[in-house]
């Protein structure tokens, strides 16, 4: 079984009126293998007549980011020509690859009203041979991502296999993604971790790993081995993900992750030369 090595507590890094905490990258963690960064935003309730989330257009290259909606609704358009409104319990996948300029914003009826938000987004490696791949987007919503229940927790398969079933969402690279609700007295087990990065957030809730109590707001690093199980005592959330190591060099500067300082010369003088085009705002 996996041990836990060390606990990192997420910081507080709020964006405007938008509750953010990151616990990676952040002091003494700079990623988990494959796994670049993490913002958890919210919980909160906005009220009516808000202006909603901050993010406008902006560019990315050289990575994937995957966003999941706890609570809330969130637009998306970007320069490729992809457009979505994805509600409570759904997935944005976006492959940013070769580059393009992208929007996640409240959709017009949210900054009308109101209500709670929460939501996950986690930053994945590319390796080198795919940094410049067409860019991709994948919008599901909850109805289309399998819950598989088990022992007091449910597993929300978003991409990867668990139990004989497929997740909803492709991944380019094999990566395993889900989040899995816990009631207390429940317990969940994942296998065939040797040898892959493994990342565990607890969103929501006290989780327990190896006799190790994961406070919410805390990323659980993990030591070698095979498998893992999570426990809860109450009611929890967490984020839990594994890939395949990528062995080579990152370098990340703002929105672009790379394998050297060049090309992130490049992919700012790309994206200032308009190659990586314009994302129109989602009304709705």
């Known amino acids: 079984m996996r041990p836990v090595q060390r606990l990192h507590s997420a910081y507080r890094d709020d964006i405007g009126d938008l509750v953010t905490r990151r616990p990676v990258p952040g002091p003494g963690l700079d990623r988990v293998g494959a796994f670049l960064f993490l913002n958890h935003h919210g919980p909160q309730t906005y009220p009516p007549h808000n202006r909603g989330l901050p993010f406008g257009p902006h560019p990315h290259r050289g990575f994937e980011t995957v966003t999941f909606i706890l609570e809330g609704e969130l637009a998306h358009t970007d320069s490729a020509g992809h457009e979505s409104i994805i509600r409570e319990g759904g997935v944005q996948w976006m492959t940013a690859g070769s580059g393009l300029v992208h929007a996640e914003i409240s959709p017009d009826g949210f900054k009308r009203t109101g209500g709670p938000l929460e939501i996950l987004q986690l930053w994945v490696n590319l ?15 909850a109805d289309a991502i399998r819950a598989i229940p088990g022992e007091g927790a449910t597993v929300h398969l978003v991409s990867g296999a668990y139990r004989g079933e497929a997740g909803a969402i492709e991944s380019l690279t094999g990566v395993f993604l889900s989040w899995v609700e816990i009631a207390a007295g429940g317990r969940v087990t994942f296998e065939g971790l040797r040898g892959r990065d493994v990342f565990l957030y607890g969103a929501r809730g006290a989780i327990e790993v190896g006799g190790t109590l994961v406070p919410a707001f805390t990323l659980a690093e993990l030591g070698e081995g095979d498998a893992v199980t999570i426990e809860a005592h109450e009611p929890a959330l967490f984020l839990f993900g594994h890939a395949e190591p990528i062995d080579e060099p990152v370098v990340a500067h703002g929105p672009f992750v790379m394998n050297s300082v060049a090309e992130i010369h490049q992919a700012y003088a790309d994206y200032q030369a308009g190659i990586f085009g314009v994302a129109e705002i989602v009304r709705g």
């Open 127 to 141: 390796p080198a041979r795919l940094k410049m791949c067409a860019p991709r987007y994948v919008g599901v919503q």
